[in-house]
């Protein structure tokens, strides 16, 4: 439980500036890890990707991961940075359980890429975030706190290590402050994260799923008076694993300094831990100096060349990056912002794209994503993208409709089918009997039927109250259980009961 | 840090442990910092070599971009790998409370 005492975040606002900063680690996907051979399968048994290299037994020497530097490469070339034509790695000496060699293989004053940026948009406005660094490392093991109550260090016994996730290879992205945006500083951060989010996954570098740790944030916030000079100084929150989180995190940081700030007290440069159900930071320990951790040049790796050509020929490479991407389909599938942007909040921009591509009509597979498909996902408390049905099913259905051998009723019903594992649209359609049915020998039946069952009815339509035939094609509708299409049921139902 | 490079001092050595994660006591810390200062005077004779005209490295051999194709190779065998540890349980190392700081 947090005791803080938080000012109003629009009083916050009215006499302080914010500046904060980003240091993002992104777990590459590479098929093995950054100094070994030894695989990176997330969920693996504890201990059982290792090997003498990762858990520093003596006399193991690292190679590093031809993969990994080429990922590191590409994430700076999409951010727009200098890479480096001659780097080294760095130890980062600190004592942890999780780090078996007693330090961090990572990159210190030299690292792969430099001075790059990411433009994100909020609300309309453009911010530019300035890059300062990228750089290549490797991942900790992980620790498991026995004994405490709550599964943190706090009330622990003792702690059991997997280091089955040591040595995965871990990029570094580190902006410069932002400032001078003010209230919105908590939106860009988290903007930030998921527009870098995004370039990556367009990269394919990593899977970059928050919820299993592949992209975590450290949160840098200060407050300052609104027209000071001078920064105030910043606390670093740590291990900041969703994009929700990001924007709390800062959000909280700035009511917490302010109160603070307003009381004549001084903030203290200090980690800080973020709690996900509450929203709140609590203070850790006091920060490290860099000469703290006696960085020093790896000797046992040999320098990193990137040749220039090949770099420019990874540049040359590059994917289509999110910005241009979503600029040319607003303009392909004609969208005015505000559409374009629910489509990229509900994160269904990749999904739709993909049903587009798989065959779809545009407005077609917005509206099942947006619509019908969205509810599902929201009734279920899963994200739309792991829905058990992809682009090109959805695809498949919206041409079951636009041929009309489904309307939007049995659509659904289709829909229902493929979720639950019964294959494609079109065998579901066909094992559960949901074609629509034409003008045929049973829905001739069905129609006869309902003619015969209300006597009433038709003599009112016969003396011209052609509106009561809706309860007719009603009938029709209901004894089909839905599987007829109502204009035909009613052009059926005109010839038969008007029609000489 | 001191002022002489070749020596450390009492708070030196006691930041050095905390850092280190050691637990010195306040006798250990004089003795320490005498041996260490002694240890660093040894190694600091490699400043008397003539240096000038040599470019700093940190290889002994000009080779750049030694890397390694992104393939598994077979891992070791967990009992393997939890034999050398002081202590196991629930397949992983256990090792002591970690004090006074959090994950």
């Not at chain 1, 570094?172 to 930030?192: D, F, H, L, N, Q």
């Not at chain 1, 527009?195 to 899977?207: D, M, Y």
Request: hydrophobic share 40%; proline share 5%.
């Amino acid at each position: 439980m947090s005791t803080d005492r938080l000012l109003e975040f629009d009083d916050v606002v009215s006499r302080y500036e914010p500046v904060f900063g980003l240091e993002t680690h992104v777990e590459l996907g590479t098929a093995s890890k950054m100094f070994c051979g030894c695989a990176t399968t997330f969920g693996a048994e504890p201990n059982t990707q290792t090997c003498p290299v990762c858990l520093a037994l003596p006399g193991a020497l690292p190679v590093a991961n031809a993969a990994a530097i080429e990922a590191t490469i590409r994430i700076g070339l999409a951010l727009g940075c200098r890479i480096a034509t001659w780097c080294r790695f760095a130890r980062k000496n600190y004592f942890y359980p999780d780090i078996p060699k007693g330090f961090q293989t990572s990159q210190y004053d030299e690292p792969l890429c430099t001075a790059g940026h990411l433009d994100v948009e909020v609300d309309g406005e453009t911010y530019r975030v300035e890059i300062e660094r990228v750089h290549l490392e490797e991942d900790t093991g992980k620790n498991l706190h026995v004994g405490g109550a709550t599964g943190r260090i706090h009330g622990a016994d003792h702690s059991l290590v997997d280091f089955n996730r040591a040595g995965i290879p871990l990029v570094e992205i580190v902006t410069r402050p932002v400032a001078g945006v003010g209230a919105k500083a908590p939106e860009v951060a988290r903007a930030y994260v998921a527009e870098l989010r995004e370039i990556l996954l367009a990269l394919g570098v990593s899977e970059v799923r928050m919820e299993r740790g592949n992209l975590r944030c450290d949160v840098n916030t200060s407050l300052a008076p609104t027209g000071s000079l001078e920064w105030g100084t910043r606390t670093e929150t740590k291990n900041v694993n969703s994009l929700r989180s990001v924007e709390r995190s800062v959000r909280y940081e700035m009511r917490r300094q302010a109160a603070l700030l307003d009381d004549g007290e001084r903030i203290l440069q200090e980690t800080r831990h973020f709690h996900e159900d509450t929203g709140s930071t609590s203070a850790g320990r006091s920060k490290e100096e860099a000469t703290d951790y006696r960085y020093f040049p790896e000797p046992d790796l040999v320098p990193m060349a990137p040749d220039t050509d090949w770099v420019e020929q990874l540049r040359a490479d590059l994917p289509e990056l999110p910005a241009a991407r979503r600029a040319r389909l607003r303009e392909e599938w004609g969208l005015s912002d505000t559409e374009m942007a629910w489509l990229v909040n509900a994160g269904a921009l990749g999904l739709v794209s993909d049903t587009v591509a798989a065959g779809a009509d545009p407005a077609d597979a917005r509206k099942w994503w947006l619509g019908e498909l969205s509810r599902r996902a929201k009734d279920a408390g899963v994200e739309l993208g792991d829905l058990a049905v992809t682009p090109a099913q959805v695809a498949e259905l919206t041409q079951l409709v636009a041929e009309g051998t489904v309307n939007d009723q049995l659509a659904r019903q289709v829909l229902d089918g493929v979720l639950a594992g019964e294959g494609s649209p079109r065998q579901v359609v066909d094992s559960r009997g949901l074609a629509v049915m034409g003008d045929s020998d049973e829905l001739g039946a069905a129609v006869d039927a309902a003619i015969a069952g209300a006597p009433d009815v038709v003599e009112k339509v016969r003396g011209g109250k052609t509106a009561a035939l809706g309860a007719l094609v009603g009938a029709v509708m209901k004894e089909t259980r839905g599987k007829a299409d109502a204009a035909t049921v009613r052009r059926m139902l005109e010839e038969r009961v008007l029609g000489g | 840090m001191s002022t002489d490079a070749h020596s450390l001092s009492r708070d030196d050595v006691a930041h050095l442990a905390r850092l280190s994660r050691l637990a010195v006591t306040d006798e250990e810390l004089d003795r320490f910092a005498d041996q260490l200062g002694v240890v660093l005077g040894a190694v600091a004779r490699v400043q008397d070599a003539p240096t000038t005209d040599v470019t700093p490295t940190t290889h002994a051999v000009p080779l750049t971009n030694v890397h390694r194709p992104d393939v598994v190779t077979p891992s070791l065998p967990r009992e393997q790998v939890l034999a050398g540890a002081p202590a196991a349980e629930d397949d992983r190392f256990r090792v002591p409370r970690i004090l006074g700081e959090e994950a």
